[in-house]
């Protein structure tokens, strides 16, 4: 069965610094998904890519996927308090709309002003 | 994209009792999914809820247990029963609107069960 690995596992930035995310799959990855989680909440959906080497941002949050398909990275520029939170990354392993998804353990990000 | 209202947000039960946890949406969907996610994990899949067939269930989650409607192709129910203490989770709903790639989840339902 796949299985993601994310890293690392808790974060503690200052405001304004860069970090990144990474989330590393066992098997090849047919859709990797980014999701947000604030404490006890739902999930907030970020970005999904699909094709080997495509890259995405929205605002200050940029993923990308790399050639292989089997590794994925989360890069946030000049964070801020708003951006605290577990992200989870999530993935599509039978390539098939209508699957469920399988989920690393999630990175947990604080943000110190 | 998806609205999902999912009801209760949270609840705290007594050990043996009974909870269904409801998962509305605005809009027709396929595939429903019910995930828990227990106290610093990650989400475990449930089961698929498909309208019009029963359940199908992963290994380790069983109909007695975690009994699913799924009535139409907007609202499904998850039961939590004779709940124990192990069975204080996030329970979170999540849909995949047609002709979309994306999973779009609920807010979640806290349970503690003492």
């Known amino acids: 069965s796949q299985e993601l690995e994310q890293s690392p596992q808790s974060l503690i930035v200052q405001e304004g610094k860069n970090l990144t995310i990474n989330c590393t799959s066992s098997k090849t990855l047919y859709g990797l998904y980014w999701y947000k989680q604030k404490y006890g909440e739902g999930l907030i959906f970020l970005m999904m890519?699909?094709?080997?080497?495509e890259e995405k941002s929205h605002e200050k949050i940029t993923a990308k996927l790399d050639e292989k398909k089997q590794q994925s990275s989360l890069h946030i520029t000049a964070s801020q308090p708003s951006h605290a939170g577990i992200y989870l990354c999530g993935a599509d392993s039978y390539g098939q709309a209508g699957t469920a998804l399988i989920f690393g353990k999630g990175t947990t990000l604080s943000v110190s002003s | 994209s998806a609205v999902i209202s999912q009801k209760p947000s949270r609840d705290i039960c007594q050990r043996g009792t009974s909870l269904t946890i409801q998962c509305q949406v605005d809009?027709?969907?396929?595939?429903m999914f019910w995930y828990r996610q227990q106290p610093g994990q990650s989400l475990t899949l449930i089961a698929t809820?498909?309208?019009?067939?029963?359940?199908?269930?992963e290994s380790g989650f069983v109909i007695d247990k975690f009994p699913i409607s799924r009535p139409n192709l907007t609202f499904s129910t998850l039961t939590v029963s004779n709940m124990s203490p192990e069975d204080s989770s996030i329970y979170l709903c999540?849909?995949?609107?047609?002709?979309?790639?994306?999973?779009?989840f609920g807010a979640g339902t806290r349970l503690s069960v003492l």
């Open positions: 890519l699909q094709k080997g080497g």
């Open positions: 999540s849909v995949e609107p047609l002709a979309k790639n994306i999973q779009y």
């Open positions: 809820a498909n309208q019009g067939s029963e359940a199908t269930y």
């Open positions: 809009s027709q969907v396929t595939m």
